[in-house]
T-cell receptor, first 115, second 111 residues
Framework: NAGVTQTPKFRILKIGQSMTLQCAQD?????MYWYRQDPGMGLKLIYY???????DKGEVPNGYNVSRSTTEDFPLRLELAAPSQTSVYFC??????????????FGPGTRLTVT | GQNIDQPTEMTATEGAIVQINCTYQ??????LFWYQQHAGEAPTFLSY????GLEEKGRFSSFLSRSKGYSYLLLKELQMKDSASYLC????????????FGTGTQLKVEL
């Protein structure tokens, strides 16, 4: 299993540009999550999904959009990038609580700089 | 959000034992995870507690008191590679198994 994969690893955007951060998992997890982590801070939940076709906002959703057309993929879209979106973005996935162990597995992260 | 409190930094000596404490609001509590995060890397799962008591897993143990809103992570026989940030992450009811992460405790292991 590759686990959770994310692309790209690094990206520099100009203010106002858009991009999509890709995330895929091959563990057949129902649940997927997007977090951002600013230096010295904890992870903040941006969006999450409990299954294909179902997404919901987390703590800091403004400026982002997501879709979940398949169980495996959960892309994060940044529209009109702003310097405040400079951060490290982590995607994670897990089983649902009723399936047993539901720890979240994290991808390697995407380091995004907006200038 | 849920207030999660853990020390910002700790320093310990190789071979020693260190305890990292975490407190959280108890309303809607549904279990607590500990993650380890090395600099520049993704968090990795260490432990999960849902019932009161101590869970032991090799050199690492985690304790939970639900009524007190308190958990700790105990690291024994510290090694240099244990230098990392340790994230306390309680889960709360509300769907999606969402976790709320603390800012992490940066542990430095010295010779």
């Amino acid at each position: 299993n590759a686990g959770v994969t994310q692309t790209p690893k690094f990206r520099i955007l100009k203010i106002g540009q858009s991009m999509t951060l890709q995330c895929a998992q091959d563990m057949n997890h129902n649940y997927m999550y997007w977090y951002r982590q600013d230096p010295g801070m904890g992870l903040k939940l941006i969006y999450y999904s409990v299954g294909a076709g179902i997404t919901d906002k987390g703590e800091v959703p403004n400026g982002y959009n997501v879709s979940r057309s398949t169980t495996e993929d959960f892309p994060l879209r940044l529209e009109l990038a702003a310097p405040s979106q400079t951060s490290v973005y982590f995607c994670a996935s897990s089983y649902s609580h009723v399936q047993g162990d539901y720890e979240q597995y994290f991808g390697p992260g995407t380091r995004l700089t907006v200038t | 959000g849920q207030n999660i409190d853990q020390p910002t930094e700790m320093t310990a000596t190789e071979g020693a034992i260190v305890q990292i404490n975490c407190t959280y609001q108890t309303s809607g509590f549904n279990g607590l995870f500990w993650y380890q995060q090395h600099a520049g890397e993704a968090p990795t799962f260490l432990s999960y507690n849902v019932l009161d008591g101590l869970e032991e897993k090799g050199r690492f143990s985690s304790f939970l008191s639900r009524s007190k809103g308190y958990s700790y992570l105990l690291l024994k026989e510290l090694q240099m590679k244990d230098s990392a940030s340790y994230l306390c992450a309680p889960a709360f009811t509300g769907g999606g198994n969402k976790l709320t992460f603390g800012t992490g405790t940066q542990l430095k292991v010295e010779l």
